[in-house]
């Protein structure tokens, strides 16, 4: 298998699994970066992630153009991609979605903290992207073009993910397994928080305990990538 076939197969299995642990539904998407050409990156066509088959995947430019559409339909939503591609050379996965118990965190003062040490990564910080700065109160809330992929690039900046208020959310990787380990968990600690919160007052992790729980379990990615894969694709 060559490389690129190998990291489509891969997406593959990321949207099946994406699907499959109630990350994205009949809509969001996940991306991957070229391995052999940076300016490009790999996307299904405009479909739910849990049909996807290596024959849906489309590459694109860093403009969100498809290099070869042959009359498929693309994601309103691509310029999210392009746009933190563009802006973050670290990045190689990006995945987009509207996992519910994230979207709270979106339209509140609720700050979304690391409480566990499964989601030490969000220790870096989550910022909130708010359209309303940079396209008025009349927009459909989507990232519809460059210029608003490049305004969530910029709310994003260095961190792992960013909340897009009302909308949904948007995390990164440098490995597909990295961006949907923490696509997955991310939205595992929404939901405890708000459970935490109704309880009492909650501890959140250090911002070491945050940087040494992410880095240990940057180690093991592979081992629920493999469980969710055989999970997801039922074999
Ligand atoms: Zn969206």
């Known amino acids: 298998m060559t490389m690129a076939n190998s990291l489509i197969s891969d997406l593959v299995v990321a949207n099946r699994i994406l699907f499959s642990e109630g990350v994205l539904d009949g809509f969001g998407h996940v991306s991957v970066r070229d391995a052999r050409n940076a300016d490009r990156f790999w996307l299904a066509r405009s479909m739910a992630a849990g049909l996807v088959e290596a024959r849906d995947v489309m590459a694109f430019d860093l403009d969100g153009a498809p290099i070869d559409a042959r009359g498929r339909a693309v994601f309103l939503e691509r310029f999210i991609h392009s746009e933190i591609y563009r802006a973050r050379p670290d990045v190689q996965s990006v995945v987009h979605s509207h996992s519910p118990n994230l979207v709270p965190f979106g339209v509140t003062p609720v700050k979304l903290k690391p409480l566990y040490h499964m989601t030490?990564?969000?220790?870096?910080?989550?910022?909130?992207?708010?359209?309303?700065?940079v396209a008025?109160?009349?927009?459909?809330?989507?990232?519809?073009?460059?210029?608003?992929?490049?305004?969530?690039?910029?709310?994003?900046?260095?961190?792992?993910?960013?909340?897009?208020?009302?909308?949904?959310?948007?995390?990164?990787?440098?490995?597909?397994?990295?961006?949907?380990?923490?696509?997955?968990?991310?939205?595992?600690?929404?939901?405890?928080?708000?459970?935490?919160m109704r309880l009492g007052r909650v501890t959140y992790l250090t911002a070491g305990e945050?940087?040494?729980?992410?880095?240990?379990?940057?180690?093991?990615?592979?081992?629920?990538?493999?469980?969710?894969?055989?999970?997801?694709?039922?074999?």
């Open 120 to 133: 030490g990564f969000l220790g870096a910080g989550v910022p909130v992207f708010e359209i309303r700065k």
């Open 136 to 196: 008025g109160t009349e927009t459909n809330l989507l990232i519809t073009d460059g210029r608003l992929g490049k305004a969530l690039a910029r709310s994003l900046a260095g961190n792992p993910a960013a909340l897009m208020r009302g909308h949904g959310s948007v995390v990164v990787g440098e490995s597909l397994q990295q961006s949907v380990y923490r696509a997955v968990y991310m939205e595992l600690n929404a939901r405890l928080q708000a459970e935490a």
């Open 210 to 235: 945050a940087r040494a729980g992410a880095a240990v379990n940057d180690r093991m990615l592979h081992r629920p990538w493999e469980l969710w894969k055989r999970k997801a694709m039922g074999k």
